[in-house]
């Protein structure tokens, strides 16, 4: 069939409307560049197949929504490079997806024989995938499930955090609030400050880690806060050290299977 013959049938709408019905972005992509077959075997195949297709639908549903565009990401992993935590767990729902159409697929696979090849592509790695999700939010955040010395670090940093708050409280209401240009507890640099008036600088020992536009306020680290902020700035950065760490090693296990999520994926 000719481009000109496409062209008066419309096919590139057709081509269009069938791309809005896709539930995934490679799904899309194939659509756009769907041609017509013209071998008399693959075109009943194809209407075979769509048969399939359809009574599945009528039956049961295989929702593909969560499948991502992710070949690229995937492919990365397979030569050692971490994933973000929000591409990651998309990689793992996209697992949880494809086992999920799997397990349909496998179940009707009597009645459909040419779809149950493709579905024998979808790939079951219900291990990684649980992992993943358990140790990850969906906006990529490393929970703190992923590892008990991430848990351990992060509940330390909070209990630093709330006596570094507390310590500087504790100028805002005590005999040093008559110094203060306001009664607030605030950070400067991730430090712990006090907003101390200009003119009494001095009254409060301590680290200035910033001054107001003005120059009437300096925000000050007391000297008994100081020590508090470095153990904080410490506990932070292994949170952080371990975070990278999960995902790295997360990365890593994806790398391991990537053949098998990018066919699964294609498929």
């Known amino acids: 069939m000719t481009m000109h013959a496409l062209e008066k049938l419309e096919f590139d709408r057709v081509r269009e409307r069938l791309a809005g019905l896709c539930d995934t972005p490679a799904g899309r992509q194939a659509a756009l560049e769907i041609e017509p077959e013209h071998g008399d075997e693959q075109v009943w195949w194809e209407i075979g197949r769509t048969k399939e297709a359809q009574a599945l639908l009528d039956d049961a549903s295989v929702a593909l929504v969560g499948i991502g565009d992710l070949g690229e990401a995937v492919r990365r992993a397979q030569k050692m490079s971490a994933m973000d935590g ?83 409280q504790s100028y805002a209401s005590g005999k040093w609030r008559e110094y203060l240009s306001d009664a607030i507890v605030t950070q400067r640099g991730g430090r712990y400050v006090v907003p101390l008036r200009a003119e009494h600088r001095g009254k409060i020992k301590g680290i200035v880690h910033d001054t107001s536009a ?21 506990s932070e950065a292994k949170v952080r050290a371990e975070e990278e760490r999960v ?21």
């Not at 003005?214 to 410490?234: A, C, F």
């Open 86 to 168: 929000a591409t990651l767990w998309r990689v793992g729902d996209s697992m949880r997806v494809m086992r999920a159409a799997r397990k349909v697929l496998e179940a009707r696979r009597s009645a459909c024989p040419t779809l149950w090849l493709l579905g024998q592509r979808l790939p079951e790695l219900e291990k990684i995938e649980s992992r993943i999700l358990a140790s990850l939010d969906g906006d990529g955040t490393v929970r703190d499930e992923a590892s008990v010395d991430l848990r351990a670090a992060r509940q330390r940093s909070a209990s630093l955090a709330q006596r570094a708050t507390e310590k500087v």
């Open 214 to 234: 003005s120059g009437q306020t300096v925000y000050i680290e007391p000297e008994e806060v100081v020590q508090i902020g470095n153990d904080l700035r410490e």
């Open 247 to 267: 995902l790295s090693e997360l990365s890593e296990e994806v790398g391991g299977v990537a053949e098998d999520v990018l066919d699964g994926l294609e498929a």
